[in-house]
């Protein structure tokens, strides 16, 4: 095999995974349809249902971490952070749950 083959071999390689690279996003944008996308219309912009949930998630944490403090129970708890992070990702996922169930 010359110099010159090689060179083409490689060419033709080379256009065929540029093709690929091209068409590997758009098959990764067939999700992007916003008819059954959770989210929700808030003052005429979109948002998704996640970020809801991770406010009300945040929030509930903040609660339940003053709750604790007022009741005496936060002196209790040896791992305070990943107690609280744990409270608001289960308050998330629940008010996912329920609100855009299956």
């Avoid at 067939?30 to 996308?37: F, N, S, V, Y």
């Amino acid at each position: 095999m010359t110099s010159s083959d090689k060179s083409d071999h490689f060419a033709v390689m080379l256009r065929s995974s540029a093709r690929m690279l091209a068409l590997h996003p758009l098959l990764f944008l067939g999700g992007c349809a916003t008819h059954h996308a959770p989210s929700f219309s808030l003052f005429g912009a979109y948002f998704p249902g996640w970020m809801l949930c991770g406010i009300i998630g945040v929030f509930v944490a903040v609660t339940l971490r003053l709750l604790f403090v007022v009741s005496g129970i936060d002196a209790f708890l040896s791992l305070r952070l990943f107690t609280y992070v744990s409270l608001g990702v289960i308050a998330a996922l629940l008010v996912w749950l329920v609100w855009f169930g299956p």
